[in-house]
């Protein structure tokens, strides 16, 4: 189907959008169906733009304008951590890696220390030793002082993405 086209289409447009219709157009619009439609669909998007613009408040041009500085601050921060960041991440798993390693090679040494303290438990009658006392609590304040900071490091260190 072939859409008939109109001369005075523009003109009926403009006319809605001011307002002024004279009364030639106002009896042409009634007989031309082409026409007809331009009024109808000029009218609803003036009617709806109309509409939109008593709806939307526009914030203030300083406010959008911080705004924008923000975000263009934040991104260049952002790319100039990224380096940090990822050594921060090499140095964490570094530690990790070493921490493992150290475990791994002093493993026959560490089994037959915790051994001792599971043959003492056994036996009942035997009193503990001065040595193992002050061992043990190096180890736990090596642990505590080390590998829980290790661990949550590397928590902290992966998940900031």
């Known amino acids: 189907m072939k859409q008939a086209h109109c001369n005075l289409e523009e003109k009926i447009a403009v006319a809605i959008r001011t307002g002024q219709w004279s009364d030639a157009l106002l009896a042409h ?8 439609e331009v009024a109808v669909a000029a009218s609803y998007l003036c009617e709806s733009s109309h509409a939109a613009g008593l709806n939307a408040a526009l914030p203030d041009a300083s406010r959008i304008w911080w705004k924008a500085q923000v975000a263009a601050n934040v991104e260049v921060i952002e790319k100039a951590l990224r380096p940090i960041v990822w050594v921060r991440r090499v140095a964490f798993g570094a530690g ?16 037959r220390f915790f051994g001792s303290f599971a043959g003492v438990w ?25 590998l829980l900071p290790l661990i949550f490091g590397l928590y902290a260190a992966w998940s900031e993405d």
């Open 122 to 146: 056994t036996r009942r009658d035997a009193a503990p030793s001065a040595g193992h006392e002050n061992l043990l609590f190096l180890i736990t304040a090596m642990f505590l002082l080390i």
């Open 29 to 36: 619009v009634a007989d031309c169906h082409a026409c007809e």
């Open 96 to 111: 990790a890696a070493v921490l493992v390693a150290a475990v791994v090679a002093w493993w026959p040494r560490l089994a």
